[in-house]
């Protein structure tokens, strides 16, 4: 009997998305940390699409969800921590290693989180900061201290073990973020949306690690803002079901 095969063209977005983690990796150990932190947000590019191929072309499968998710891990568990911690934090010594490695248990822990909860959440947010967005702020990071020549202070020092634990933290926390899955790529769209996609691309292209690293700090932001809005409404709801029962 022959097995059953696989699709080739979503699991081929996956393993390039696999191979430029560990890529990453690699550079990161090497030294080469702007390469890497490239690498981390072409990883990032191409994990966007394989789900989006997969659905357009109606070939998703289980096999394609796992071998993602191990994929993400890699490229946005494990390669953000070596990166950090090559750059930076292994200069704190014990602690650096600490930061590099609850940032790495959190993105396994957001993954499985997000992987046993996929049927029953709701599709419009997610829950806890994604790991391709908290690996896209810990790389940012690192590119624009690299950029501009930060490495030999203390400041950027503490401020690279805050931001990776931070980041692991936002992961693992019931925070909400908007997935944008909404989204209807196919339909019809404004000639707005078109031109701010152009114009999107032109500020990026100004400096890219720094549009890039405000771009994905600002996305990171905005969950305990949605958050908090969430909440402030749930008690005025409670307040105004209250006061109408007593008026009643």
Request: glycine share 10%.
């Amino acid at each position: 009997m022959r097995g059953r095969g696989i699709f080739l063209l979503p699991n081929l977005f996956t393993t390039s998305a696999l191979f430029a983690g560990f890529y990453a990796i690699v550079a990161s150990i090497h030294g080469h940390f702007e390469g890497a932190a490239i690498a981390i947000f072409v990883a990032m590019v191409l994990d966007g699409v394989d789900g989006r191929i997969a659905r357009m072309t109606n070939t998703q499968s289980a096999f394609g969800a796992e071998y993602d998710s191990l994929a993400d891990m890699v490229s946005f568990g494990v390669a953000p921590a070596i990166l950090a911690y090559e750059w930076l934090l292994h200069e704190t010594g014990k602690l650096g290693f600490l930061a590099a490695f609850v940032y790495t248990s959190a993105a396994a822990l957001r993954l499985a989180r997000f992987n046993s909860q996929a049927a029953t959440t709701d599709k419009k947010f997610f829950k806890g900061l994604p790991s391709p967005a908290s690996a896209a702020v810990v790389a940012g990071f690192i590119w624009c201290g690299h950029e501009y020549g930060f490495q030999g202070s203390s400041v950027v020092v503490a401020l690279t073990f805050i931001v990776t634990v931070l980041c692991g933290a936002l992961m693992v926390s019931n925070i909400r973020y908007y997935s944008f899955k909404d989204l209807n790529l196919r339909g019809r769209v404004p000639f707005v949306m078109v031109l701010a996609v152009v114009l999107s691309f032109g500020l990026i292209s100004l400096h890219p690690p720094t549009i890039l690293m405000l771009g994905f700090l600002s996305y990171a932001c905005s969950g305990p803002i949605i958050t908090l809005n969430q909440l402030q409404r749930r008690r005025r709801e409670r307040r105004g079901g209250r006061s109408g029962r007593d008026v009643a």
